[in-house]
């Protein structure tokens, strides 16, 4: 028995950058390390709907209940038309994680361009 520390404890890695990424532990006690800037298509929602998706996920780990408010109803009002993606983008960067630091947002994997061409197959 290891004593379950990771999940009774709040832990996070710090990188050579300073920025916090946190890890949890599932019921396997495997551990995913989650990275600090949040990852967003945001500015692809448009093109998505267009596309013809009708549902988009937003996975979330360790947000607020004020941010998680915000960021729901940031993306659904860029859907409906009545915010621009960089106005929910100003949004995301500004959500603070568990130890109350705000670390950004990225676009991820949506900036790599093979990964974007391969999606047009």
Known sequence: DCGHVCT?????????????NLVLADMGCRNTVF???SQSGVHSLGQWAETGV????????????TDVENIVKGY??????TQKPSQVWEIL?????SNGRASGVSLGSFNNKIERRAGEL
Do not use: M
Request: no cysteine; glycine share 10%; net charge negative.
């Open 8 to 20: 009774r404890n709040n832990v996070h890695l710090r990188d050579q950058t300073g920025a916090d």
């Open 35 to 37: 990275s600090s800037q």
């Open 54 to 65: 009708g549902r988009i996920r937003i996975e979330l780990v360790d947000e607020g209940p």
């Open 76 to 81: 659904l009002d860029v859907l409906d038309g």
């Open 93 to 97: 960067k500004e959500v603070k994680d």
